[in-house]
């Protein structure tokens, strides 16, 4: 039995048609993968701070003599890196939650954060700090960002930005630390105050 050739043509047309109605037949598309970040992370101990009233002793938890606290986010990285050179400079931002104390009056205090750059090895690459104002629009407790620009990291020649890893947190002073590392009182269940 003999087929007409363009029966035979047909057929073949059918998986080619198939292919390209699940667009399999389009030029592959480079996917860009974006800029190369190092990761982030908040360093623990100084993801808060907490400042007091002077003479509030610094072991116990007195809510009544906090005068402002503030707590940070991760920080969001904008990387740009040039392959050629192994040169990155990055764009940094993170929310800060801010609250008034109890005991605060006047002006609110100054909030110092680092940025630092740490290896493959928690070697402290370089490490600096900022200064900056609490932005709370004259309310009891505000959510603003703070952000640093242009950020250089110096990579070692046979380093790649994916080698280090940006930490910040709030710059705290010997007291403020010793703050945070008092244990927290968890709060007393429902159920046994009954």
Known sequence: MLRSPIFIILLMSLPLSACETLGLTSPMQAVDPGPICPSTAVLADAATVTKLKPGVPLGIQNDAGVVFSAEMSQAKLNCNYDRTANKLSLDLSFAVKANRGPAATGADPQLDFF?????????????????????????????????????????????????????????????????????????TPRSVLR
């Not at 932005?135 to 080698?163: C, H, I, Q, W």
Request: charge should be negative.
């Open 115 to 187: 940025v630092a750059i740490i290896d493959a090895d928690n070697n402290v690459i370089a490490k600096n700090i900022y200064h900056a104002q609490p932005e709370m629009a004259g309310r009891p407790n505000n959510v603003f960002t703070e952000s640093v620009s242009n950020y250089p990291v110096p990579l070692a020649t046979d380093k790649r930005p994916y080698d280090y890893e940006i930490l910040t947190g709030f710059q705290l002073t010997p007291d403020e630390l010793a703050y945070n590392r008092v244990p927290r009182r968890l709060p």
